[in-house]
């Protein structure tokens, strides 16, 4: 707790604030192409939705050199009337700094929850700082289940396209969902709205110095909050659009970070998991409407020759800790026709579990385990673009609900070989 | 005829009589000796196994991830066995040369008092090989599973060369510590970064960059063309 709050220039501007009803938190790290509008997006909302509140705006900054902080600082929304607007506006308190730490998402969010404790807020809200999609009504969806007293905790819940959120899809959303009972539609969704004391629980864990801190913050969140028992819903906030992510990414490593944040949560909340049965659709808010999505280019041919690869040259190292018969069937699909390539649910829940009892076994390092997951990853990508070519959003929705189910179903012989 | 047949015969057989009763002796303490020393490391191992069962030591091999370790070297056998096996040799190899000094052979005297001197090179030899093996399937797979995932072709045999590459570096070294090709160190480095720059100035530099990267991406990786979907 002593960490930012006795830098002196926050310590002074705690002083200054004081206490507050509302907190929004904006990490960023070179966002100055679009930190403008989500600061006046936010602005906007907590006028409309939330005049009489106190609120500060927090942006967490990384270390930005293109001036995301100076930007952050000199937005203000000039004519609050031009957005129909009439009644009187509390000012709002706005903070630029850079966050201390370990670099990476977590460290920002370290800062926020820190202040969030500081100024005792009441509800905290954090957005992305590329997002081109906020409107203020976003605000109001992520701290008003909070402030009404009944949650703790609000998940997003977005609009996107078919082959959008893939590793969310087939891995996140249907794993914690089986492992820890609550339907959280989007867990690693990056916007989210928590009580303060949820935000004081979080400052409380002794992860800060961990990769929590560099990276997996958003599951992190979401799995601490479902396990220790807070009350978590999900408010609907349209589409998600935001700047596009840096094409050269690695998709391993991005495997590597969130799988692998899931799966260390595994083992933390094993005593938890064991326990639940099914799962339960968690109260989601908001007013779902159709959103016009941009069209996604998938090349699927691309795809199944990585798995292809994958097979050939992995196939020995895989052979360690998945069983007999996943094995023997991934060589079957090396050979299937293009058309013909699948790999149907139950074969990737045994991939996933596979995966997630080899790890908790440490049956080799963890690098190397979790980024060999990703011809697979690629392969059922594939399979799954492949199958619903023709589909729309609603049985796309459906594909996964059924994949969710099977992962529900095959918890308990995960549970059994976890045990032994 | 008497002292001829004394001096021919029966002298050197008198000797050799009290060159044998006199080796008898230690003989017999040599076979017991080794005898002693098998009982004794087989008791060792079995000690050992049962105080590393105790005190949990294949539990903690597993979570220091020393188990996963040696799986990647081939070693199944677990931590506790491994360690006990070996001491229980260590044991028996002692004792059969303490019977071997005892036999007071001057050769191989002198040769043990040799391998006594040259024991510990063997042993960092022996150290630097484990290492290496061990590095080298570690290194291997590393460079394996990136270049599948970078879409490499020839990932296999980036794999297998890391880890060749690893090996014969581990055994140059062993060799190096055991005084045996002692400049072998010095050219291994040079053939190869010799090797590396050469094709790097083939690639980058005769061909020029873009040609170059060209050439390989044909060659070595898939075509393709980018998706633009968000995997998160």
Redesign the interface.
């Known amino acids: 707790m002593n960490g930012i709050v006795s830098r002196e220039e926050l310590s002074v501007w705690i002083e200054e604030v004081q206490r507050a009803d509302i907190l929004v938190g904006i990490p960023s790290y070179n966002n100055a192409g679009t930190i403008g509008h989500v600061v006046q997006a936010v602005q906007t909302g907590l006028a409309k939705y939330f005049p009489d509140k106190k609120a500060v705006l927090v942006n967490s900054d990384g270390g930005s050199t293109d001036g995301t902080p100076e930007i952050v600082r000199d937005t203000v929304v000039e004519d609050f009337s031009s957005l129909l607007l009439h009644h009187r506006v509390r000012p709002l308190f706005k903070l630029a700094t850079p966050y201390h730490g370990l670099p990476g998402k977590g460290s920002a969010f370290r800062t926020i929850f820190e202040l969030a404790a500081a100024l005792d807020v009441k509800a905290c809200a954090v957005v992305d700082s590329d997002l081109r999609s906020i409107t203020p009504e976003w605000l109001e969806l992520l701290l008003k289940p909070v402030l009404s007293g009944r949650f703790d905790y609000v998940a997003p819940l977005y609009l996107r396209h078919k082959y959008d959120g893939t590793i969310t899809n087939s891995i996140i959303y249907p794993l914690t969902r089986a492992l820890y009972g609550k339907q959280v539609r989007q867990p690693i969704g990056g916007e989210f709205g928590f009580s303060g004391e949820l935000a004081r629980f979080y400052l409380g864990k002794d992860v800060w110095e961990s990769d929590v801190a560099r990276y997996g913050i958003d599951i992190w969140m979401t799995t601490t909050a479902v396990a220790g028992g807070f009350r978590v819903c999900q408010s609907f906030l349209g589409a998600k659009i935001h700047d596009p992510k840096d094409p050269g990414a690695d998709l391993s490593a991005m495997l590597f970070q969130v799988v692998g944040a899931t799966f260390d949560l595994m083992d933390e909340y094993a005593a938890v998991w064991k326990d639940i049965g099914a799962s339960e659709a968690v109260p989601t808010f908001g007013f779902r409407y159709a959103v016009g999505l941009e069209p996604v280019k998938v090349n699927v041919e691309r795809m199944i020759d990585r798995f292809n690869l994958g097979v050939d040259d992995l196939m020995v190292i895989w052979r360690e800790f998945l069983p007999g018969e996943v094995a023997d069937f991934l060589v079957r699909a090396r050979s299937l026709p293009f058309e013909r390539f699948r790999i149907p649910d139950e074969m990737w829940v045994e991939i996933v579990y596979g995966f997630t009892l080899a790890a908790h076994r440490r049956v080799m390092s963890r690098e190397h385990l979790l980024k060999s997951l990703t011809p697979l990853y690629i392969g059922r990508t594939a399979s799954f673009v492949l199958e619903t070519q023709d589909s729309g959003a609603e049985e796309v929705e459906e594909r996964i609900e059924h994949l969710c189910r099977i992962f529900e179903e095959k918890k308990r012989a995960l549970l059994d070989a976890w045990a032994s | 005829m008497e002292e001829l047949f004394n001096r021919l015969i029966s002298d050197p057989l008198a000797r050799t009589a009290e060159r044998i009763l006199q080796f008898l002796p230690n003989l017999v303490s040599a076979v017991l000796l080794v005898l002693a020393g098998l009982a004794v490391g087989l008791l060792t191992k079995i000690v050992l196994k049962r105080i590393f069962v105790v005190i949990r030591l294949d539990g903690l091999s597993?979570r220091v991830?020393l188990?996963?370790l040696l799986?990647?070297g081939g070693i199944q056998e677990p931590l506790s066995l491994l360690l006990a096996r070996i001491t229980g040799g260590l044991v028996v190899f002692v004792f059969f040369l303490a019977a071997l000094n005892n036999l007071e052979f001057g050769i191989i005297q002198n040769l043990i008092e040799r391998l006594f001197i040259y024991l510990p090179s063997i042993f960092m030899a022996l150290v630097v090989l484990v290492l290496g093996y061990l590095l080298g399937n570690?290194l291997g797979?590393?460079a394996?599973?990136?270049?599948?995932?970078a879409?490499v072709?020839v990932?296999?045999h980036v794999?297998r060369g890391v880890k060749l590459f690893i090996y014969l570096l581990s055994v140059t070294m062993a060799l190096e510590l055991l005084g045996i090709g002692r400049d072998t160190v010095l050219l291994t480095y040079s053939i190869t970064f010799a090797g590396i720059v050469l094709a790097l100035a083939i690639a980058f530099g005769l061909g020029g960059k873009d040609a170059a990267r060209e050439y390989l991406e044909k060659r070595l990786k898939?075509?393709?063309?980018?998706?633009?979907?968000?995997?998160?």
């Open positions: 597993e991830g188990k996963a799986a990647k570690f797979r590393a394996l599973i990136a270049a599948v995932n879409g072709r990932s296999g794999g898939a075509q393709e063309r980018d998706d633009d979907f968000h995997h998160l």
